[in-house]
């Protein structure tokens, strides 16, 4: 069974410094990995989409690494903003087509 | 592109009555969705694999009977909380995808409240 961990589970920074998000995850055998941010009370919105043979996805000040043989992939956000504060998750999909999601890490950016 | 809509957004009951929730895939056609059930502060649990034209398959542990799923359509598959407890109080959400390359896309979810 696929466990997904995510680590920390809270985060909290000043305005301006860069949030380095980390997702394990046990079997390598993906097909891919995708990162979501869920504001309170809300549904998921889809941030970056990382596909098994890729080793990265760069949105604008998001970058998403991934190391399938670790079981690894890092969300990195530079230069947070208050508006970035939101629960960010990890989710992988296996050949099954289910996502296997991790319990997700809280970022709260202060101003 | 690959927009989901979910409806009703919130929902009060009472106990003993049923409630449908609706999952619509806007602009892209959906052969298969996602039912899921999301408790305060804990991640998503898959609840059940919505499939068009056919049963859904569902997750250890999940009432088939208590949640009835529809998916009559490409676009649009139901959620049916039948005989609803203060227990089934939760957030559920739905899921679609275009296709390998694209990834999943959520709808916006449904807070239920049983009183």
């Known amino acids: 069974k696929q466990e997904v961990t995510q680590i920390p589970a809270a985060l909290s920074v000043p305005e301006g410094e860069n949030l380095v998000l980390n997702c394990s995850f046990t079997?390598?055998?993906?097909?891919?990995l995708q990162w979501f941010r869920q504001d309170p009370g809300k549904g998921l919105t889809s941030l970056l989409l990382?596909?098994?043979?890729?080793r990265e996805q760069t949105s604008g000040r998001l970058n998403a690494s991934l190391d399938k043989s670790s079981g690894r992939s890092t969300l990195y956000i530079a230069a947070s903003q208050p508006g970035d504060s939101a629960t960010y998750l990890c989710?992988?999909?296996?050949?099954?087509?289910?996502?296997?999601f991790g319990a997700g890490t809280t970022v709260t950016v202060r101003a | 592109g690959a927009v989901v809509s979910q409806h009703p957004s919130w929902v009060i009951c009472k106990s003993g009555t049923s409630v449908k929730i609706e999952c619509r895939s806007l602009?892209?056609?959906?052969?298969?969705m996602f039912w899921y059930r999301q408790f305060p502060k804990q991640s998503l649990m898959l609840m059940a694999t919505?499939?068009?034209?056919?049963?859904?398959?569902?997750e250890q542990g999940v009432e088939k009977d208590k949640f009835l799923i529809n998916h009559a359509s490409l676009t649009l598959s139901t959620l049916t909380v039948t005989s609803a407890h203060p227990e089934d109080s939760s957030f559920y959400i739905c899921?679609?995808?275009?296709?390998?390359?694209?990834?999943?896309?959520f709808g916006s979810g449904t807070r239920l409240t049983v009183v």
């Open positions: 899921s679609a995808g275009r296709g390998v390359s694209y990834g999943y896309t």
């Open positions: 079997d390598s055998a993906i097909y891919n």
């Open positions: 990382i596909q098994s043979s890729q």
């Open positions: 989710a992988v999909r296996l050949n099954d087509y289910k996502l296997s």
């Open positions: 602009d892209f056609q959906a052969t298969t």
């Open positions: 919505s499939n068009e034209g056919s049963k859904a398959t569902y």
